[in-house]
């Protein structure tokens, strides 16, 4: 098969939309003075494997500890998952933190209602998670800040696990391409 030029363009433009604007090995790197440098005012997190193990039920003191200094310096947060309403109330109501759950990311529809929700701009906004097909390409999508976090463990829920093999595809075309650093 023959590939001119345009087709080259036209694969990194469509490969780009999954390009995440930074990239951080934990969401505690996600500080209150790294997101004010960049005019945040509001974050917007996925739960599974993004802020604890997929299979993890609750907050760990180091999350916990982590909203609160958020909240302490003014930022707002909200949980966005794909995840059952019964999973994501269980995690987030004890923290008082808004959520939604069974968002259907990368559609944009919970994004929007968050942003809407939260009453900031979408450059007072970040998307943070662990996936690109759906955190990085729905907050892309969004008009959004994206942060990609490192997943909690290597491990998955059954859905994610065929999301997974489309990703290391394109994070090894990222990678090659020197836009992303990581750790296979
Ligand atoms: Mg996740």
Partial sequence: MMYNSNDIVEVNELLNRFLPNDQVDTVLEVTPDYLKNKGIKGVITDLDNTLVAWNQPAATPEVIEWFRVLREAGIEVTIISNNTEDRVSFFSKPLGIPFISKARKPMQTAFKRAKKEMKLSGDELVVVGDQLLTDVFGG?????????????????????????????????????????????
């Fill in 140 to 184: 892309n999508r969004a008009n959004l800040h994206t942060i990609l976090v490192v997943p909690i463990v290597r491990t998955d829920g059954f859905f994610t696990r065929f999301n997974r093999k489309i990703e290391r595809r394109i994070l090894h075309h990222f990678k090659k391409t020197g836009k992303l650093n990581w750790e296979d």
